[in-house]
C-alpha cells in the first residue's frame, strides 16, 4: 500500500507540470498580455515605454523563464493581480471558492439521497413496471442540458409557484435549494443508472443464489450483503464525478447568481480578465486531480480485494 | 429449453433492428431539416413584426412569438442548422483527430507514442468544461471557437481506443503475415488496421452526440458560442432569459428543441450500441 501511494504521488508531478505549463501556454498564445490590456484603448503610446513596461513585468524574458517564475509565484499564492479590479487574483479567487464547494457538496449528498435509493429500487424490480419507468425517467433526466433544467426549475418553483426567489440573495440554503436541485438531477439520471447496474451485478452473484437457497430471506440478503459490498463501487464512481460537477457548476452559477468560482470564471472571461481565467483553470485542475487521487487511494485502503492484488505485484 | 432462449434472441435481434431504423431515421430527418432549414420555415425567422410581439402560442404561430415578434418556430428550426449540424462536426472533427493519434501512436510506438500519450493524459487530467470555458475564453466567442475549444478537451478519449485497439491488431497473425510479405505502412493502415477498429470508435462517436450538443449549447448559453442575431438554441435561450416570467414559451421552446434532439441521438447511440455489442443488451 504504501509503495502504491508513493508511486501514485510521483505520477502526479509530471501530471501537475502539464496542468500549469498548458494554463500558461494558453493565456500566452491568447496574444493579449498585460501590456495590451493596459495601453490597448489609450491610442498611440511611444515604443519606449511598452518596452520599459515589458522589462518591468518581465515578459521581455523568453517563455520557460516566465514560466517557472509563474509557478514559483503561484505556488506562494501570487498569481497577480486582475486586469479590472486590480485585486489579487489568489485573494478573490479563495474568498469565492467555499460558495463553489458548498453547492458542490449540496448537490452530491442530494445525488446520493436520489439516486441510490431509486438505483436499489430499479435493481430490485429487475425488468418490471417499476424498473422501465425509472430507466425512462433517468433517460429523460440525461438529455436535459443543465441550464434548461436550470430555467424549467426557475419557471415552476418561482414564477409559477412563488416558493423560491428567482436570483440567489446571497449564500443562503433558501437559495442554495435550485442550483443544488438543478445539478443533482442531471447527476442522478447518471448515476442511478450505474448504481443499478452494480447491485445487479451484485445480485447476480452465485453467494447471493446460495443464500436464496439456504432460505435467507431477500431483504436480509439485499440490506446485509448486496448493497453493503456495492457501496464502496457506488460512493467511488461519484467521488469520481466531482471533476465534472466542478465544471459544470459554472453555468449553473451564472444562471442563479451563486456568488461562486464559476460565476467569477465566467464573469471574467466575458470581461477578457486573463489572470483570473487561468487561476481558475489552474486550481480547479489541481483540486480536480487531488480529489481523484484521494479517491483512488481510499478506495484501495478500503477494498481488500484490490489492496491484496497490489501487494502481489509489489 | 432451448428453443425458448434462441427465439428469445431472435425476437431481441429483430427489435434492436427495428429500433435502429426507427432512430436512425428521426436522426436523420433531424440531420436533414439542419441542413435545409431556411426552405423549411413557415415564416422569416429575422423578420421583425413590432406588433405581434411577444404573442403566446396560437395555431399560426406554434411556438408564439418573440419579443421583436419573430416566429418562434422559424427561429427554432433554423437553430438546428448552428445547433445540430456543429455538434456533428464536432464528432466528426474529434474522432478524426483522435483516431489518427491513436493509430499513429499504437503503430510507431517508441518516444512519438510517449510523449503524445503524455500529452493526452495532460488533456485528461482536466476536468472538461473548466477547460472548454477556458479555450473558448481566451480565444474569444463565436461558434467556430466553440467547437475548437470542445474538440481540444475530448480528442485524447478518441486517441486512448484507437491506440489500445491498433496495438491488440498489430499482435495478431494476419498483421504480421502482411508485414512480413511487404505491404506498405499505409496500406497496412488503411486496409488492415483502421477497418478492424472502426467499429469501437464509431459506437464511442455515436454515444458522444448526445453530450456534445449539450456542452456545445451550454458554452453559447454562457455567451461562448454562436453570437445573435445567428439562431442558436443555447444562446437563444440565454438571450430571452428575460422573458421567462412573461413569455417563457420564448425561452423555453429552444429548450425543448435540444432536449428533443439530444433524446433521439442519445436512443440512436444506444442502439447502434445494443446492435454492435449484444453483450450490452437488455438495459444493463
Redesign the interface.
Known amino acids: 500500500m504504501k509503495k502504491y501511494v508513493i508511486h501514485r504521488l510521483i505520477q502526479l508531478i509530471?501530471?501537475l507540470f502539464?496542468?500549469t505549463l498548458?494554463?500558461f501556454a494558453?493565456?500566452r498564445?491568447?496574444g493579449s498580455d498585460a501590456i495590451t490590456e493596459l495601453y490597448g484603448d489609450k491610442g498611440a503610446v511611444a515604443q519606449e515605454i511598452i518596452d520599459a513596461k515589458r522589462a518591468e513585468l518581465g515578459l521581455d524574458r523568453p517563455f520557460i523563464e516566465q514560466y517557472f517564475s509563474w509557478l514559483t509565484g503561484m505556488l506562494r499564492g501570487d498569481m497577480g493581480v486582475s486586469y479590472v479590479s486590480g485585486k489579487n487574483v489568489f485573494d478573490t479567487f479563495v474568498a469565492k471558492l467555499p460558495a463553489t464547494l458548498l453547492l458542490t457538496l449540496l448537490s452530491i449528498i442530494a445525488t446520493i439521497l436520489i439516486s441510490i435509493p431509486l438505483g436499489v429500487l430499479a435493481a430490485v424490480n429487475h425488468?418490471r413496471i417499476v424498473?422501465y419507468i425509472l430507466?425512462f425517467l433517468s433517460?429523460?433526466g440525461?438529455?436535459?442540458?443543465?441550464?434548461?433544467v436550470a430555467?424549467?426549475l426557475?419557471?415552476l418553483l418561482s414564477?409559477k409557484l412563488g416558493w423560491l426567489p428567482?436570483i440567489s440573495n446571497g449564500t443562503t440554503l433558501r437559495s442554495a435549494i435550485m442550483p443544488t436541485l438543478t445539478l443533482a438531477i442531471a447527476m442522478s439520471a447518471k448515476y442511478m443508472r450505474q448504481v443499478r447496474?452494480t447491485v445487479?451485478e451484485e445480485l447476480n452473484k452465485d453467494y447471493v443464489t446460495g443464500a436464496k437457497a439456504r432460505g435467507v430471506r431477500n431483504h436480509v440478503i439485499l440490506w446485509k450483503s448486496v448493497i453493503k459490498s456495492s457501496m464502496l463501487t457506488i460512493i467511488t464512481l461519484l467521488a469520481l464525478s466531482i471533476?465534472?460537477l466542478?465544471?459544470?457548476t459554472?453555468?449553473i452559477e451564472?444562471?442563479f447568481m451563486w456568488d461562486g468560482v464559476g460565476k467569477l470564471?465566467?464573469d471574467?472571461?466575458?470581461m477578457?480578465d486573463?489572470p483570473l481565467?487561468?487561476a481558475?483553470?489552474v486550481w480547479?485542475?489541481i483540486i480536480?486531480?487531488c480529489v481523484n487521487l484521494i479517491t483512488d487511494l481510499l478506495y484501495h485502503a478500503l477494498d481488500p480485494r484490490i489492496r491484496l492484488g497490489v501487494s502481489e505485484d509489489a | 429449453m432451448p428453443e425458448v432462449t434462441v427465439r428469445k434472441q431472435k425476437i431481441r435481434k429483430n427489435s434492436v433492428r427495428t429500433r435502429l431504423i426507427i432512430f436512425g431515421v428521426l436522426a436523420l430527418l433531424l440531420l436533414l431539416a439542419s441542413i435545409f432549414a431556411e426552405y423549411l420555415t413557415p415564416y422569416d425567422p429575422y423578420i421583425q413584426d413590432l406588433n405581434n410581439a411577444k404573442a403566446a402560442p396560437t395555431p399560426a404561430h406554434l411556438f408564439g412569438t418573440d419579443r421583436y415578434g419573430r416566429d418562434m418556430l422559424s427561429r427554432v428550426i433554423v437553430g438546428s442548422r448552428a445547433s445540430i449540424y456543429s455538434t456533428l462536426l464536432l464528432v466528426a472533427i474529434i474522432t478524426a483527430i483522435g483516431t489518427c493519434v491513436g493509430v499513429f501512436c499504437g503503430w510507431h510506438g517508441k518516444f512519438i507514442d510517449v510523449v503524445l500519450m503524455r500529452i493526452s493524459d495532460m488533456f485528461l487530467a482536466f476536468p472538461g468544461l473548466v477547460f472548454a470555458l477556458a479555450v473558448a475564453g481566451v480565444l474569444g466567442g463565436g461558434l467556430q471557437n466553440a467547437i475548437i475549444a470542445l474538440a481540444a478537451i475530448s480528442w485524447p478519449k478518441y486517441a486512448r481506443i484507437a491506440r489500445s485497439q491498433t496495438l491488440a491488431q498489430k499482435e495478431t497473425p494476419y498483421l504480421k503475415a502482411a508485414k512480413l510479405s511487404g505491404s506498405s505502412t499505409v496500406k497496412i493502415i488503411f486496409k488492415h488496421i483502421l477497418p478492424n477498429i472502426i467499429g469501437p470508435i464509431l459506437v464511442t462517436s455515436m454515444l458522444d452526440i448526445g453530450t456534445m450538443m449539450m456542452e456545445l449549447a451550454g458554452l453559447s448559453f454562457l455567451g461562448l458560442g454562436a453570437k445573435p442575431p445567428t439562431a442558436e438554441w443555447g444562446s437563444m435561450m440565454s438571450d430571452t432569459r428575460s422573458l421567462l416570467t412573461t413569455a417563457p414559451w420564448v425561452t423555453l421552446s429552444p429548450g425543448f428543441a435540444i432536449f428533443i434532439s439530444v433524446m433521439v441521438f442519445n436512443l440512436l447511440g444506444d442502439t447502434i450500441r445494443d446492435y454492435a455489442d449484444p453483450r450490452s443488451r437488455g438495459g444493463r
Open positions: 509530471p501530471v502539464g496542468i498548458l494554463s494558453m493565456m498564445i491568447a425488468d424498473d430507466r433517460f429523460i440525461n438529455s436535459l442540458p443543465n441550464f434548461f430555467l424549467l426557475m419557471q414564477i428567482v447496474a445487479l471533476g465534472s466542478l465544471g459544470g459554472a453555468i451564472s444562471i470564471a465566467v471574467s472571461i466575458t477578457r486573463y481565467i487561468q481558475y483553470v480547479m485542475a480536480y486531480v
